[in-house]
């Protein structure tokens, strides 16, 4: 497959700190795929997303969006992406339908587009109540769907998730797990690490499974059991196993 067919290509990728947080890798989401990528605390999930969304830079390697050179060209890639992080950065003193307009803005949307638009995702993650109230007063996960709807609004290609599950109430959680799934159906293309295996089990096309900086198993979910030689085991099991197998070869 080449980059010109996949939402995103990495090839090589690698970043240091005290000691390897990615480790030379190579990793492929097709387009219009949901992808989860799992892995322990420590693995190099989080850098890598930070790399590909363009807000670390690699030590080596190459990331491909849609064709797009990321590292070459960043702003053309990142106009065709949207990054949500675990915690939340929205503006307090702003409502949520003023957050939107103010980030339509800065994509140079027309207001009248980005009126509806930001009006319609907020309600779908179930705002309404609260379209002009200030976001100061928000719990973390009212702040988390801010954010989510904040980088929706230009409509991006790209969706860069990372835990966006985290302190969400079972509620707030569908509505999330709803508006991705349309994203999806829509011929959108999300990247996701969770934490929360049973979501990655019924959501995602394909999981990826990264330690210590490599990917070390991804497929199907039922690809996944055909390697573990059973198709019943649940995702927890494959993965901890997996886990455990590449902790005791290193």
């Known amino acids: 497959m080449t980059s010109e067919l996949s939402a995103l290509a990495v090839r090589g990728l690698t970043k240091r700190f005290d000691r390897p947080a ?7 989401v097709r387009a219009g795929e ?16 930070r790399m590909v969304a363009g807000l670390l830079r690699p030590d080596a390697g190459t990331v491909s969006i849609f064709g797009i050179d990321a590292l070459a060209d960043p702003v053309s890639a990142k106009q065709i992406m949207a990054w949500v992080s675990d915690e939340p950065m929205i503006y307090d003193k702003l409502t949520p339908l003023e957050y939107l307009e103010f980030v339509a803005g800065l994509w ?24 002009n109230e200030r976001c100061e007063g928000f719990s973390k996960g009212m702040r988390q769907k801010v954010a989510l709807a904040g980088a929706l609004v230009h409509d991006p290609r790209l969706i860069i998730l990372d835990e966006p599950l985290t302190g969400l109430d079972a509620l707030s959680a569908r509505h999330v797990k709803g508006l991705l799934q349309e994203r999806v159906r829509a011929g959108g293309t999300v990247i996701m690490t969770t934490h929360i295996l049973e979501v990655a089990e019924r959501m995602a096309d394909r999981i ?3 330690a210590t900086g490599r990917l070390i198993a991804e497929g199907t979910l039922a690809e996944l059991r055909a390697r573990n030689g059973s198709n019943d085991t649940t995702l927890e099991d494959m993965f901890i196993a997996l886990v455990d197998t590449e902790a005791a070869a290193a």
């Open 22 to 28: 990615v480790d030379a890798l190579d990793l492929t």
């Open 108 to 131: 140079g949307i027309d207001p009248r587009t980005s009126e509806k638009s930001a009006r319609n995702l907020l309600v779908s993650l179930g705002l309404e109540p609260h379209l």
């Open 34 to 49: 949901f992808y989860a990528l799992l892995g322990p605390n420590g693995a190099g999930k989080t850098t890598t997303l």
């Open 208 to 210: 990826g499974v990264i």
